[in-house]
């Protein structure tokens, strides 16, 4: 079956350092990825998407990498914030069907001023 | 920012109650899901509709029932709570996608709906 699971249960920085959460997933057939953000007593909150014919998108801080070859994608923050503590979830969309986003466990990372 | 709403936010109840966790978003979104989730732990899909009339079960296994009588609302409702059914309950919603080739299903949560069955 589908699964999605992020390799680092815990991650934690120091202010202006950059950050990188990893993602791995197991179905191929996968065309299409989302990271969200979720801080505490929130819901998640969409920071970037990419698609399965693009291997890295931009946004403003973040970057999402899409390896294809060995089904792993990444969310790097630039000049990570104390904002950006929060737990991060990555998702995937099983094309064929129902287009269900499958999350992966959370990560949470700590930013230390 | 999106604009979906959950009410109560935080609700505690006796076992054997019925319960009805309200969601409304007002971005004409066709699609609208329920999760649940623990603290920490990834969303387990529990319900989700394409539109008016459509109810579809999700993947986790549950004892509640879903509506969509009206495009921007889609109640969860429990007959019976029990102890088990602790959790934070989380709604959202998305657009409809109309080609496969450029599916999206970015999908808009509320702020979740803490429920606690004593």
């Known amino acids: 079956g589908e699964s999605v699971g992020l390799h680092l249960p815990t991650l934690s920085v120091q202010e202006g350092d950059n950050s990188i959460i990893n993602c791995a997933y197991s179905n191929s057939a996968s065309d299409y990825f989302i990271w969200y953000k979720q801080e505490s007593g929130k819901g998640p909150q969409f920071i970037i998407d990419i698609r399965s014919n693009m291997d890295k998108r931009q946004g403003q801080r973040v970057t999402v990498l899409l390896n294809k070859t060995v089904k792993h994608l990444s969310l790097q923050i630039a000049a990570t914030q104390p904002g950006d503590s929060a737990v991060y979830f990555c998702?995937?969309?099983?094309?064929?069907?129902?287009?269900?986003?499958?999350f992966g466990k959370g990560m949470k990372l700590t930013v230390n001023p | 920012e999106a604009d979906i709403y959950q009410t109560p936010r935080y609700l505690v109840i006796g076992t054997g109650k019925k319960i009805t966790l309200e969601c409304s978003q007002t971005m004409g979104h066709d699609k609208m899901y329920w999760y649940q989730q623990d603290p920490g732990m990834e969303l387990h899909l529990i319900h989700y509709s394409y539109g008016v009339n459509s109810t579809e079960k999700g993947d986790l296994s549950s004892e509640s029932t879903v509506s969509r009588i009206r495009t921007e609302h889609f109640p969860l409702t429990l007959e019976s709570a029990r102890p088990s059914h602790t959790s934070q309950y989380l709604c959202?919603?998305?657009?409809?996608?109309?080609?496969?080739?450029?599916?999206?299903?970015?999908?808009?949560f509320g702020p979740g709906t803490r429920l606690t069955v004593l």
């Open positions: 998702a995937e969309m099983i094309q064929g069907g129902s287009e269900k986003l499958v």
């Open positions: 959202a919603s998305s657009e409809l996608s109309r080609s496969v080739r450029s599916s999206t299903d970015t999908q808009y």
